[in-house]
């Protein structure tokens, strides 16, 4: 027996492409139901705003209580709520709005410790993909309301701040809640990427910091005042090809 005849035997793999192909092929068509199902279920919710935030904010911290005021003023004012769907944050969000005058939206992500959908949602859409869930935020949001959370709300937040900068999105209201929490952040940005020109100075100004319910509301009023919610024909081939 040669040394050759020796080594062991090693799988062709073009025997093995034909399986490989047909579950990437269904993994496809996966992907493309959610996209299809969601933006059928979303279609006619307009205006919406997304909020963000950390899914391990207790019932009784401060910035639950704050989350539910805001998704609350929001909702009685004719926006609909768009939240994870999950809790913390997720779970306040949706409980101001689920009591207010518009929908209260949860676009749940299944997670190998699956995360618990709450009940306070009059839809409720659930994700195996995150970028698919991501693109639904992004695709009915009129502004973004960001709470303090972890690495899942910095994902959220740097996706859209860098989508609208980038102008891959319309120009929107993208809102910081919590001064003494996001302030050492936006220092670093001016104090790094601006002074360093990895972002433009004006690039500060797609970003506020607002702590008051009210004022939240007004800022996106404010924003749409001349124009209106409807997507102009720009921004509709925009949402389109993000």
């Known amino acids: 027996m040669s040394a050759k005849d ?10 093995a492409a034909p399986a490989s192909s047909a579950r990437e092929a269904w993994r496809v068509f996966g992907i493309m139901s959610e996209f299809v199902e969601a933006t059928e279920r979303l279609a006619g919710v307009r205006p919406a705003v997304s909020i963000f935030g950390s899914a391990r904010a207790k019932p ?3 910035y639950y209580q704050l989350t539910e005021k805001i998704a609350r003023s929001l909702s009685d004012s004719g926006f609909a709520v768009i939240s994870g769907g999950g809790p913390g944050v997720m779970e306040a969000a949706n409980k101001g709005a689920y009591f207010g005058k518009s929908p209260s939206i949860g676009l749940n992500i299944q997670l190998p410790m699956e995360q618990k959908t709450n009940p306070y949602q009059d839809i409720s859409q659930s994700f195996r993909h995150f970028f698919a869930r991501k693109y639904m935020f992004v695709r009915f949001a009129a502004a973004y309301v960001v709470m303090p959370g972890g690495f899942g709300t910095l994902d959220e937040l740097l996706e859209a701040l860098t989508l609208i900068q980038t102008n891959k999105t319309p120009k929107m209201p993208l809102i910081l809640v919590g001064n003494g929490f996001w302030n050492g952040m936006l220092d670093w940005f001016r104090d790094s990427l601006v002074t360093q020109g990895m972002i433009a100075p004006e690039d500060m100004d797609l970003i506020q910091i607002i702590d008051e319910p009210a004022a939240i509301v ?7 005042e001349t124009r209106g919610f409807d997507h102009l024909p720009v921004e509709h081939d925009l949402l389109l090809n993000l």
Not at 6 to 15: C, E, F, N, S, V
Not at 218 to 224: E, L, M
């Open 6 to 15: 020796k080594l062991p035997k090693i799988a062709d793999p073009r025997l």
């Open 60 to 62: 009784d911290s401060p």
């Open 218 to 224: 007004a800022a996106i009023f404010k924003h749409y």
